[in-house]
């Protein structure tokens, strides 16, 4: 029954997320900013009108920041793999150390989110327009349209 529940929340948690991408509001002529940094790789960063990105990662991990008229910064240590994508005016930083595999995707004006993974396993924080998400291996907090899962620590969050 455990594991049931574990795929069951992590499967819903996915899904709610792929779900809210569809409220993003579109930008016409926005210049999207893609910042990847492989294993070995230079720290990077750049910015084109209000997108902007940065991503740095050790020998054995890799980042990757987007911003589409928002803000995406990814950092990766120890094995791990981040991934921000900062969307419509969105905030999103993706910090990772010793194996882990955050994700945190903000999309709308005003919204953040932040995802802090340690250790190995999967986790996503998805912040919406006005809304805020803080997921950390201590806990996870969502304000307004958010929603957050690690697979990690089993916390979760969902707010409205």
């Not at 594991?3 to 016409?28: Q, R």
């Amino acid at each position: 029954m455990r594991t049931f529940t574990k795929l069951f929340g992590g499967a819903a948690t996915l899904g709610l997320a792929a779900g809210m991408s569809f409220l993003a509001p579109a930008a016409a002529s926005a210049a999207p900013v893609g910042c990847t940094t492989a294993p070995g790789g230079a720290q990077e960063a750049s910015m084109e009108g209000q997108s902007q990105c940065d991503s740095v990662a050790d020998g054995s991990s890799a980042a990757a920041g987007y911003g589409f008229e928002g803000w995406g910064s990814a950092a990766a240590l120890e094995q791990a793999a981040a991934l921000a994508l900062g969307l419509n005016g969105g905030t999103a930083v993706s910090d990772a150390t010793a194996g882990a595999g955050p994700a945190a995707i903000s999309f709308g004006p005003g919204s953040s989110a932040v995802n802090e993974g340690v250790g190995p396993g999967l986790s996503i924080a998805v912040a919406g327009p006005g809304g805020t998400v803080t997921l950390t291996p201590t806990g996870a907090v969502c304000t307004g349209l958010s929603l957050a899962g690690s697979f990690t620590t089993l916390q979760g969050c969902v707010g409205r």
